[in-house]
């Protein structure tokens, strides 16, 4: 993995956009990432782990707040990263979730986080496009992890090295480390493992606990119903209970069998019994019934009279039917008469009473009605004239109003008509003043632009003064260190010259002419003084010189132009900035002024307007008013006239003032009741004529069926259930005779009265201890048929039971061994270590071993890191132990012993191996760009310096390293910098290439 380029907007310390040129950086192999604390130096290594995995590593990921609290409300954040992974070219760009205001309305709105991964492929006209792959979360999360070959833990530890942590990591317990190194590698399956064969042994344990207590209710069981004790080992020896259950079954068997041959000798006894006492049982009941005969007949014979009157009683009813129906009709109309005679006595009181008569005969009834009648249609008549009168009145009275508020309305529009000249006459100052002021803003706008344009020429003189100032010492000190490089050419090359003998000497050969004597011989030639200058020497002062002289040069190009510009601003500006802030400040006061009066011309000439506008319309709506008004006075006096012509009509019918609603009430009562009256009268009649001819007729049909009246006949009817209870009686005593007759001529009732009669109560005594003793026997054996099937099922159960708890006791036996194992508690583990520290421990020796090739070159040969499996003092976990040993005295020490600087270079070895290891595991995959974080700060100059060059060593193959520091002796030591500056608006970077 290389890192290309780096883009970060609103993100972390950087309100404002950023971009770092990794490609730049790259060239040098080795760069220093400085700036002081809190300026954003780990937030540029966030801004890349976020761009690769869409999450920040540490404490920083829980406190989900990465966009700038410097950005705008608009500022979206985001980080763009170009970088090759696996060989392929890349491009993320991601934004995290981040709360922006409403577009609409108040308040907040969640953005949730998005993606968009493109690959560079080359088009079909050779140009490279930027191809996307995806725009989901988490398809573009695998695919970076797969690209990469690690995940966000993994890639920290190895691309991003935390010396802080693992400082902690080499001074931590083995508990912490333990923790730290799962995370790591990733070896929770681990715990999984241990975890699962601990939740596994549990649930084997309970579930063998309850098929123990299944087997256990069923021995409880099987003793109750065989009556015996179970084996005290069938806990430990499940197979026992087989045994025991055969035992059982074979038993109960045998004691059936026996008990099946006492039932079938006490059946036998008890049908004997049984016959013996149904035959006296037979035989008394014969004579019971012969004697019962006897008695039937007598009473029989004292029932007869009884019999022949319930006969006679129905004959007679019989008869009746057919009168009964006319003689109810007779005495129904004679009700009805008696019915319509109250009802005619009533309403002619009530009448009576209504007119304060005594009595009313038809004749006045009748002619009542008719009065009734014509004073009801005469009041029909008047009543709709009444309505309209006070229909009529209603609409005089709104007249009457609408009068008043006409006139209240005109007398109003004629005041307001008065008061708009007077009105006009104001506006029309402030009206003109406006209009002034409009031109007069227009010409101070164009003044102030002007004076606007020549302070920013003043400022831009100052600042380039500032600048000429400036370039002038930079050019006097180019030129004073030219002097003083070429001062140091000729010093080298005086000395070049006085020890040019020596230099000759170096260069000859034996056997070669001298190339100033031109002798084959040197028997003694010069040698050069310590420190003496060489060519090569000469050659670098002189092209210091040569680049001092450019410098320079350039020096005084700086100036002529800052000169230049500064004559020009100086002649457009024409005044000193102060002067000229003055005057503009006059200006705008003036300008506001203007801009305030000219404001308001809108607003007086639609003042003036309106005014104008009203005063037309006031003119109009007193005409309309004044016209209305004459209307009004005209349709008042029409419906007066209306009015008196309804009033005299009403008054020749009835009495002015008279009550319509009670008359009418009085005459419809008058009227309702004489026709009642006269309608129950000619009822009456009717009624008396049908209730005579049907009295005749019910009298002559009584006669003809033998009574003497219909009155007799309804006398002797009966009704259909009691004539049925009768008749039912009447068949029941002729039955009776029938059976008793039949009952005292049979033969075997004859004959069983001749006998004596049997001893019953000796005969059921006999049958009832037989049928005892049977039903013993019986009971007895459904016992034990029901106890040999019960234990039959048991057995069935138990075998089942006993089937099923077998593979769960075998499970058990085998998950408890194996989980003890992994727990370090059984014999078998030699070394009492848990399965997941065994792991780690074999890969915490892995990286101790790839660390001591580090910590040998930076420690001098001096320290190395021993991995222990022994538990340190109060731990509960072994295996992850660390010590160091000082090769130069033997010993073997705590890390906590180390000072600050040896800590430093123990734990850069540590986190260097560790990264070694987990490149290893994720395949070998290559990681072109790494990051090393503080630390530096606590070594020695030797001991940075054997630092330094193991560094780099990580350079090797073309890989970049970037130290994360703010040591000032690192900063002359990596000419290639990327510097993080602090500032109250945000963070931003700058690019020195050295």
């Not at 309970?206 to 084996?231: I, M, W």
């Not at 309403?347 to 014509?374: P, S």
């Not at 040569?546 to 020096?555: M, W």
């Not at 073309?958 to 510097?979: A, D, F």
Request: charged share 25%.
């Amino acid at each position: 993995m290389r890192l290309h380029q780096l883009r970060i907007i609103g993100f972390g310390p950087f309100a404002d956009p950023v971009t770092i040129d990794f490609d730049a950086l790259s060239d040098a192999g080795l760069f220093l990432l400085s700036g002081p604390t809190g300026a954003g130096k780990c937030s540029i290594l966030d801004a890349v782990c976020f761009a690769l995995y869409g999450d920040v590593p540490g404490d920083r990921s829980a406190a989900k707040r990465l966009r700038s609290d410097h950005a705008g409300d608009d500022v979206v954040p985001r980080v763009e990263l170009e970088a090759t992974l696996s060989g392929r070219r890349f491009r993320i760009d991601r934004s995290p979730a981040w709360t922006r205001p409403k577009k609409r309305g108040t308040g907040t709105t969640l953005e949730q986080a998005r993606v968009v991964i493109s690959e560079r492929r080359s088009a079909d006209d050779g140009s490279d496009v930027w191809h996307p792959l995806s725009t989901r979360l988490d398809e573009t999360g695998h695919l970076v992890t797969r690209l990469v070959g690690m995940t966000l833990p993994q890639f920290c530890q190895v691309a991003m090295l935390p010396q802080g942590r693992f400082q902690a990591f080499l001074r931590a317990r083995s508990e912490e480390r333990h923790a730290l190194l799962q995370q790591v590698f990733q070896t929770g399956r681990f715990d999984r493992t241990e975890r699962w064969l601990r939740d596994r042994r549990v649930e084997l344990r309970r579930t063998a606990e309850q098929h123990q207590a299944a087997v256990a209710d069923l021995v409880s069981r099987v003793s109750e119903v065989g009556g015996v004790q179970a084996p005290a080992d069938w806990p430990t020896d499940p197979t026992s209970l087989g045994r025991w259950m055969d035992e059982l079954s074979t038993t109960a068997v045998a004691a059936s069998v026996a008990q099946a041959i006492e039932v079938e000798a006490a059946s036998a006894a008890e049908v004997a019994a049984s016959e013996a006492s149904a035959a006296g049982i037979e035989l008394a009941g014969l004579r019971a019934t012969h004697a019962a005969a006897r008695r039937a007949w007598a009473t029989l014979e004292a029932a007869a009279p009884d019999h022949e009157s319930r006969r006679r009683t129905v004959a007679q009813a019989h008869r009746a039917v057919a009168v009964r129906p006319l003689h109810d009709l007779a005495v129904e109309a004679r009700r009805e008469v008696r019915e319509l005679d109250q009802q005619g006595r009533a309403a002619r009181e009530q009448l009576a009473e209504l007119l304060g008569r005594t009595t009313l005969d038809d004749q006045e009834i009748a002619e009542h009605q008719r009065v009734a009648t014509r004073t009801l249609t005469d009041i029909a008549r008047i009543r709709p004239l009444r309505r309209q009168a006070v229909d009529l009145e209603r609409q005089l009275g709104r007249l009457a109003r609408s009068q008043q508020e006409t006139a209240a309305q005109l007398q109003r529009v004629e005041t307001r008509a008065a008061e708009i000249p007077d009105l006009l006459l104001s506006v029309e100052p402030a009206l003109t003043a406006a209009r002034e002021s409009v031109t007069l803003a227009a010409d101070l706008a164009a003044d102030l632009e002007v004076l606007r344009s020549r302070t920013r020429a003043a400022r831009s003189a100052e600042s380039l003064t500032t600048q000429l100032v400036t370039a002038e010492q930079a050019m006097g000190a180019a030129t004073q260190a030219r002097l003083l490089a070429r001062e140091t050419l000729v010093a080298i090359r005086e000395r070049r010259l006085d020890g040019m003998a020596a230099e000759i000497a170096l260069k000859l050969a034996v056997g070669a002419s001298c190339p100033v004597c031109g002798s084959a011989d040197h028997p003694s030639p010069a040698s050069p003084a310590p420190g003496a200058p060489d060519e090569v020497a000469e050659r670098e002062a002189r092209r210091e010189v040569d680049d001092l002289e450019v410098v320079v040069e350039a020096h005084s190009q700086q100036v002529r132009g800052l000169e230049a510009q500064r004559a020009t601003a100086l002649a457009e500006s024409g005044d000193s900035v102060e002067h000229l802030l003055v005057e503009e400040e006059d200006t705008l006061a003036r300008l506001e002024r203007a801009r305030s009066q000219a404001a308001t011309l809108d607003a007086h000439t639609a003042r003036a307007d309106a005014l104008h506008a009203e005063r037309l319309d006031l003119t109009r709506e007193r005409e309309q008013l004044a016209t209305a008004l004459t209307r009004l006075d005209t349709e008042s006096a029409v419906l007066r006239a209306r009015i008196e012509s309804l009033s005299d009509q009403a008054a020749e019918v009835v009495p002015v003032g008279a009550d319509l609603d009670a008359l009418t009430a009085l005459h419809q009562q008058v009227e309702v009741l004489a026709q009642q009256c006269s309608a129950v009268a000619a009822d009456l009649a009717r009624a008396r004529a049908t209730a005579t001819s049907t009295q005749e007729a019910a009298d002559a049909l009584a006669a003809a069926s033998g009574f003497d009246s219909s009155a007799w006949a309804a006398a002797a009817w009966l009704a259909e259930a009691d004539i049925a209870a009768l008749q039912h009686q009447i068949d029941r005593h002729e039955r009776e005779v029938a059976r008793v007759r039949d009952l005292l001529t049979d033969e075997a009732l004859l004959s069983s009265a001749a006998v004596d009669a049997p001893d019953l109560e000796a005969l059921a005594q006999a049958h009832h201890r037989t049928r005892e003793a049977a039903a013993l026997a019986r009971q007895t054996d459904m016992a034990l048929r029901d106890r040999g099937r019960r234990l039959h099922g048991l057995a069935a159960e138990m075998a089942d039971a006993l089937a099923v708890w077998g593979p769960v006791r075998a499970d058990l036996d085998l998950v408890a061994e194996l989980a003890s194992l992994v727990e370090g508690k059984h014999p078998d583990n030699r070394m009492q270590m848990r399965l997941s520290a065994y792991v780690l421990s074999h890969r915490l020796g892995q990286v101790v071993e790839a660390a001591n090739l580090r910590l040998s070159t930076m420690s001098d040969q001096r320290y190395s890191l021993v991995h222990t499996g022994q538990r340190g003092a109060g731990e509960t976990r072994g295996g992850l132990s660390l010590l160091v040993r000082d090769d130069w005295t033997g010993d073997t020490r705590d890390p906590a012993t180390l000072s600050g600087g040896e800590t430093f270079v123990v734990s850069l070895a540590l986190a260097l191996g560790l990264a070694d290891v987990i490149t290893e595991e994720a395949g070998g995959t290559d990681l072109d760009t790494l990051f090393v974080d503080e630390g530096f700060g606590s070594l020695d100059s030797e001991t940075l310096e054997d630092v330094m060059d193991t560094l780099d060593t990580l350079r090797d193959g073309g890989r970049v390293v970037g130290v994360v520091s703010h040591v000032p002796e690192l900063q002359t030591r990596i000419p290639t910098q990327l510097r993080v500056h602090r500032g109250r608006h945000g963070s931003r970077t700058s690019l020195s290439l050295g």
